[in-house]
T-cell receptor, first 114, second 112 residues
Framework: DTGVSQDPRHKITKRGQNVTFRCDPI?????LYWYRQTLGQGPEFLTY????????KSRLLSDRFSAERPKGSFSTLEIQRTEQGDSAMYLC????????????FGPGTRLLVL | GQQLNQSPQSMFIQEGEDVSMNCTSS?????WLWYKQDPGEGPVLLIA?????ELTSNGRLTAQFGITRKDSFLNISASIPSDVGIYFC????????????FGQGTTLQVKP
């Protein structure tokens, strides 16, 4: 296992379209996190899963956003009816539940909404 | 929401110089972390701090968890060109969630 992977690395879409991103965590990790990072800022927490259960969602995660981790392995983040303000880097991280401070980040998916 | 104030925002230094950056918060954190992010990549964990007053080193990097639990600093000694990047502090308020709260970042540029 070479670490956390994310797909795609880049996505350009038109306003109003739906997009879906995938994250494959480190296989032994039961925790999976999504963060959003805009230019010049640090990452902001969106949501996290323990196994397949989504345990917390940030207020940043509007009803246009949905995240799933159906089998407790990979996760998807879907944005419906994209807006220009959704343009950002979407980062995924994973960890063991007993070592939540040691989160390994993926390379991110950079989204541009035109 | 919770915020971490990180300073300086950017630094441009000569190779071989030492660097210091810090992070402060109005809230008490249980854990402080320092990450480095290269362009187009995700953050990479450099140092994790678990107890107030703790001083931890990782090679040329040294970080401390402030006594008040509301601040932390990171020092880089004898900087080299590959130290270039954005350094972020992050804190965890409650250990069970693992939700990281990040600072705004310090951009470091090193002149050979």
């Amino acid at each position: 296992d070479t670490g956390v992977s994310q797909d795609p690395r880049h996505k350009i879409t038109k306003r109003g379209q739906n997009v879906t991103f995938r994250c494959d965590p480190i296989s032994e990790h039961n925790r999976l996190y999504w963060y959003r990072q805009t230019l010049g800022q640090g990452p902001e927490f969106l949501t996290y899963f323990q196994n397949e259960a989504q345990l917390e969602k940030s207020r940043l995660l509007s009803d246009r956003f949905s995240a799933e981790r159906p089998k407790g392995s990979f996760s998807t983040l879907e944005i419906q009816r994209t807006e220009q303000g959704d343009s950002a880097m979407y980062l995924c991280a994973s960890s063991f539940s007993g070592r939540v401070e040691t989160q390994y980040f993926g390379p991110g998916t950079r989204l541009l909404v035109l | 929401g919770q915020q971490l104030n990180q300073s300086p925002q950017s630094m441009f230094i000569q190779e071989g110089e030492d660097v210091s950056m810090n992070c402060t918060s109005s809230s008490i954190f249980n854990t402080w972390l320092w990450y480095k992010q290269d362009p187009g990549e995700g953050p990479v964990l450099l140092i994790a701090l678990y107890k107030a007053g703790e001083l931890t080193s990782n090679g040329r990097l040294t970080a401390q968890f402030g006594i008040t639990r509301k601040d932390s600093f990171l020092n880089i000694s004898a900087s080299i060109p590959s130290d270039v990047g954005i350094y972020f502090c992050a804190g965890i308020l409650t250990s069970n969630t693992g939700k990281l709260i990040f600072g705004q970042g310090t951009t470091l540029q090193v002149k050979p």
